[in-house]
């Protein structure tokens, strides 16, 4: 396959670019993506069969199942991180080896339900929180480990509100291709 077919599998709607300025609209709109995520995932995923959520997404990709998995962890850290940036000074975060995690048996085996469930829970969570912040606690940042970068709360919502609807654009791109 094709460097730029593959990296278009990779990114099905680009990469994430935060904006020099996020307004309150955009803000809104991106929790509002937080919030219909679960049921949007839901939806899409579990009209599928084992064999299916077997499929990888593209090749040498995860499977459906290993992303559904991978959207439940990484939102419940992403969540973590938004609990240590507003009640710690500018802190660096704790990284994962997101790799590592979705080669885990669980990852690769568990019921699709699990993960479903708690993305709804930790949604669920996350929306009524960030619901609750003011403009100076969506400014606190957190430090990852890897770039060195402060990150803004508000800059993490939109990545997140990303990170969902990349993945999701993988399941559907695979659904679409293989006229599932």
Known sequence: MEAEALEKLRYPIGHFHAPDHISQVQLRDWIAELEALPTRLKDLVTP???AQLQTPYRPGGWTVRQVVHHLSDSHHNSYIRF????TEDN???KAYNEMAWAEL???RTAPIGLSLQHLEAIHAKLVYLLRGLD???LARTFVHPDSGAATSLEENVGRYAWHGNHHLAHI???IDREHW
Do not use: C, H, N, R
Not at 83 to 86: D, G, I, S
């Open 135 to 137: 403009g100076q606690a």
């Open 48 to 50: 599928l069969s084992e």
């Open 91 to 93: 802190p660096v975060i």
């Open 172 to 174: 559907q791109g695979l």
């Open 83 to 86: 609990k240590w940036a507003l």
């Open 105 to 107: 048996f669980d990852t």
